[in-house]
């Protein structure tokens, strides 16, 4: 058999469904459930090219019964094939397309061990991206050696299977959420600039200026104030309003508007930050609606609730589709003081542990939600590098890996 190894393909997942419809079609009653397994099941995995699919069954013994169904659409039949208590199917011969292994419900230690090792992947890159690798330079090494592929990653695969049990493990106690709190900044929304001179700009523009201070001088000022209160905010814990930031700066040189604070605050975002819906973010808020998995926001902020809002409309994410917005600026305490958290779950009328928290901010949003017993998930998109206890927090980089993660849940 010849070792081919090749870059993710969209077309696996339709491939996989379609066989699988096939097998269901095939097994009917006798089948308990069915999965896509295997490196073809996770997204942006290098993988050989053939379908892994693992159906579920009430009794292993009736299987053999339905040998001459599964040979009638192109699979061998080939017994337990070194594995007590499977049946196992292959389709294509040397050019194979397709495998199938099958096993009773009963048989846990199997099941736990193919679905551990699949999930373990889809939310481990770092892993994935690893083990795509390895198996393009086997692939490359081996082309005519089969035996020689899968021993050259043995050791790795033993090992990923050990850590993906003990991953499952640590999280099986972890509860389906109620709802989910969201950060802003870098979770919903994903900051491309960030230009606060055009911002301040953009104010003169509307500004009462009688003694023509230029927006180089303003933002000087504004950049040494920043400083005074961000040391104050660390300090302290309470955080600043944009609308007390702004007063002060154009009091301080003589500069009045005719324009309200919220129009205030709107004008300089649009000129001063450039942005987009996070990726995924969208199909995220979408699965929640359908999944009944309720939504707010809890922001470190010092613009108010009305200019989060209105930056969330901008970058296409509707705002009504969460419950409420907490502006820590509008309230005093600020993340990781559990106050503000607690503030968020009296709102929602829930409990911590029914309630999961996902922002960017290590030091802000994963150490604030466990101050309040919420569950953490650290959107760490960056790939900063922070030292903690796995059980207790989940990383992730994507929302696609969130939704792997709630699919599980659904389960428990």
């Not at 097994?27 to 295997?38: A, K, P, R, Y």
């Not at 192109?74 to 292994?101: A, L, S």
Request: hydrophobic share 35%; charged share 35%; net charge negative.
């Amino acid at each position: 058999m010849r070792v081919q190894v090749v870059d993710y393909n969209k077309e696996w997942k339709m491939m996989y469904e379609q066989e699988a419809k096939a097998i269901e079609h095939i097994l009917g009653d006798l089948l308990v459930e069915v999965h896509h397994i295997g490196s073809t099941s996770v997204e942006g995995l290098k993988a050989k090219p053939i379908i892994d699919i693992m159906p579920v069954v009430k009794k292993i013994e009736e299987v053999d019964g339905f040998n001459l169904e599964f040979e009638k659409i192109g699979y061998e039949c080939m017994g337990e094939f070194g594995i007590k208590g499977r049946r196992y199917f292959r389709k294509g011969k040397d050019e194979r397309t397709h495998q199938v292994h099958i096993f009773e419900e009963s048989n846990a230690e199997n099941i736990k061990r193919h679905l551990a090792v699949r999930d373990y992947l889809r939310v481990h890159d770092d892993v994935a991206l690893e083990y795509g690798k390895l198996k393009e330079t086997l692939a490359l090494t081996y082309p005519n050696d089969i035996e020689a592929y899968c021993d050259g990653k043995d050791d790795f695969v033993k090992k990923m299977e050990r850590d993906a049990l003990r991953w499952k493990e640590q999280n099986r106690k972890m509860h389906r959420p109620k709802a989910i709190l969201f950060d802003a900044g870098d979770t919903l929304i994903e900051y491309i600039e960030a230009e606060p001179l055009e911002g301040t700009k953009a104010l003169l523009e509307k500004a009462h200026n009688p003694d023509q201070v230029t927006a180089e001088e303003i933002q000087t000022y504004a950049i040494e104030m920043g400083e005074a209160f961000n040391e104050s905010r660390e300090q302290t814990g309470i955080e600043y309003s944009m609308r007390s930031f702004q007063r002060f700066l154009y009091e301080m040189h003589s500069i009045s508007f005719e324009l309200d604070p919220i129009q205030m605050e709107n004008i300089f975002n649009q000129s001063a930050f450039k942005g987009m819906a996070m990726e995924g973010v969208l199909e995220f808020l979408d699965y929640l609606e359908k999944q009944g998995i309720r939504k707010a926001i809890l922001s470190n902020s010092s613009f108010s609730e009305e200019a989060i809002r209105e930056e969330l409309r901008a970058y296409d994410i509707d705002d009504s589709r969460f419950e409420f917005v907490i502006s820590t600026s509008e309230y005093g305490f600020r993340k990781p003081n559990k106050r503000i958290f607690e503030l968020a779950l009296k709102k929602l009328n829930l409990k911590s542990e029914e309630v999961w928290y996902i922002g960017n901010s290590f030091k802000y949003d994963v150490i604030g939600a466990q101050n309040a017993g919420i569950y953490p998930i650290w959107f760490n998109k960056q790939e900063k590098v922070e030292v903690y206890e796995p059980s207790k927090v989940l990383e992730i980089k994507t929302y696609k890996a969130l939704i792997d993660r709630l699919e599980e849940r659904r389960f428990k």
